[in-house]
């Protein structure tokens, strides 16, 4: 039963391009979802969030979109530069926390920048 | 201005050992989250602490995985009589008293041989 999902496993991109990586999800409940990008052998960063109560958050080169209706958020970068090759998580928080620190994960998109 | 620390990084078991991996939270987080990563999959919650209490451990296999934060002294995930399905990396991440962040440690990789 996977409640976030991230259909697509890997992204590439030309280097000042716009990233797009996409993230769907299935319990109406959530109402505060993140975004976090992972480096081999390191552990996530966080980079990014968003409440229920927006639908945008923008931060320097990095904005997500949350389409309730649809229950579908996206994370921009632009532009995009190779040291943003990595794999991206998406993740939910479970509203029994109220907000807090048990996530529900995506699978992950990698995404490639080329120079 | 330290992170979430973990040790050991990198950590082999023959089946039937023991694995303990400790999780120190940042400065000032009094909450504590162990994640595990199989690979190529994502992140699953396994977790929740606070200082001597264990909040919700509905992600812990039943039986051989167990947690604890003690009053002083790191948080600490054992897993006892490893198997090969063990091994992945088991991610701690903390927080203040609840917040919406939680910032993860480096990771303990664990290999079961």
């Known amino acids: 039963d996977q409640q976030v999902k991230q259909n697509s496993p890997s992204l590439s991109v030309q280097e000042g391009r716009i990233s797009i990586l996409n993230c769907d999800y299935t319990?109406?409940?959530?109402?505060?979802f993140l975004w976090y990008k992972k480096y081999p052998a390191e552990g996530p960063t966080f980079l990014i969030s968003i409440s229920s109560i927006k639908d945008k958050n923008e931060d320097g080169r990095f904005t997500v979109f949350l389409n309730k209706s649809a229950k579908h958020l996206s994370l921009h970068i632009v532009p995009s530069q190779p040291g943003d090759s990595a794999v991206y998580f998406c993740?939910?928080?479970?509203?029994?926390?109220?907000?807090?620190?048990?996530?529900?994960f995506g699978q992950g998109t990698e995404l490639s920048v080329k120079p | 201005n330290a992170g979430v620390m973990q040790n050991p990084r990198h950590l082999v078991r023959r089946r039937g050992q023991e694995a303990r991996l400790r999780c120190s939270p940042m400065?000032?987080?009094?909450?504590v989250y162990w994640y595990r990563q199989l690979p190529e999959e994502g992140l699953k919650f396994m977790v929740y602490l606070q200082k001597e209490n264990i909040i919700d451990e509905s992600g812990m296999p039943k039986e051989r995985f167990s947690a604890e934060f003690p009053k002083e002294g790191p948080s600490i995930l054992r897993i006892q009589q490893v198997v090969r399905g063990d091994s992945a990396a088991y991610f701690c991440a903390s927080s203040p008293p609840p917040q919406n962040t939680i910032y993860f440690g480096e990771g303990s990789w664990l290999t079961v041989v």
């Open positions: 993740a939910a928080s479970d509203p029994i926390y109220n907000q807090g620190g048990k996530l529900i």
């Open positions: 319990n109406s409940m959530f109402d505060y």
């Open positions: 400065k000032g987080h009094s909450h």
